[in-house]
């Protein structure tokens, strides 16, 4: 799914038009990437939580002259996924891989 599609879904279920879909769809992702930015977490109810990992630092090598290079710590966002997504995603997958289909791909008018 695009951004696109995920504002195409948002103007019809809320019967707006594209414009204010849009709107309303970057607000909520740039809501998500201040608070990333300001090392904040960002846990979604029955979704997931954006978290940080911390990287050590390390000792790195350029591959192309092979010199040794001194890697600084850094922190790596992470998705860890929802329970109540995870039970929906593995119960998806245990009926399919039960009845041997592929999974179903989703379409505009399937719950985001």
């Known amino acids: 799914m695009t951004k696109a599609d995920l504002i195409n879904i948002v103007a019809k279920r809320l019967d707006i038009t594209q ?3 849009g709107i309303i769809v970057e607000a909520a992702l740039r809501a998500v990437v201040n608070a ?3 090392g904040q977490e960002v846990e979604i ?3 997931g939580s954006f978290r940080f990992r911390n990287r050590a630092p390390r000792k790195g090598r350029n ?3 092979g010199e040794k290079v001194d890697v600084p710590p850094k922190k790596i966002p992470y998705f860890k996924m ?4 995870k039970a929906l995603l593995n119960v ?3 009926a399919d891989v039960a009845e041997g ?3 179903p791909v989703p ?3 399937d719950p985001v």
Request: glycine share 12%.
């Open 101 to 103: 289909a592929p999974a």
């Open 36 to 38: 990333l930015q300001a």
């Open 82 to 85: 929802g329970k109540e997504l």
């Open 45 to 47: 109810r029955g979704f």
């Open 92 to 94: 998806a997958d245990a």
């Open 63 to 65: 591959p192309k002259t």
């Open 107 to 109: 379409t505009e008018g």
């Open 19 to 21: 414009v204010q879909s």
